[in-house]
């Protein structure tokens, strides 16, 4: 498993941008399919947006299409979440997760499918 840690969350008001980092330990990075997924109060978590180890296939969550771009960094172990035209309802924790990937472009997208999990970044997104 991977250490995750995020970190660029905050307060932003509606229509703003933020930009989520995930940052992974150990020098496999370039191994894992990585996910976010959020989890907004009384809700069960759900995905967000997905990334192939070679970065070069993508998946997001319908809520996400448009606004959201996921993207990695393999050589600064680093994997990013870009959140334009925030909405109120995109209020919640933002986990990233991570799991061996089988192959260059596979993606996952259900959360029993990552095994390694960060402690999560708070985002809300005032009216």
């Known amino acids: 498993q991977v250490q995750l840690v995020e970190s660029g969350g905050g307060l932003v008001q509606a229509g703003g941008s933020l930009r989520l980092s995930c940052a992974a330990s150990?020098?496999?990075?370039?191994?894992?399919?990585m996910g976010w997924f959020r989890q907004a109060p009384g809700k069960e978590r759900e995905f967000v947006a997905a990334?192939?180890?070679?970065?070069?296939?993508?998946a997001y969550a319908d809520s996400a299409k448009g606004r959201f771009t996921i993207s990695r960094d393999n050589a600064a172990n680093t994997v990013y979440l870009q959140m334009n035209s925030l909405k109120p309802e995109d209020t919640a924790v933002y986990f990233c997760?991570?799991?061996?990937?089988?192959?260059?472009?596979?993606?996952?997208?259900?959360?029993?499918?990552?095994?390694?999990w960060g402690q999560g970044t708070q985002v809300t997104v005032s009216s």
């Open positions: 997760a991570a799991v061996r990937g089988l192959y260059s472009d596979s993606l996952r997208t259900r959360i029993y499918d990552y095994d390694s």
């Open positions: 150990g020098r496999t990075f370039s191994t894992y399919t």
């Open positions: 990334i192939s180890r070679s970065g070069g296939n993508t």
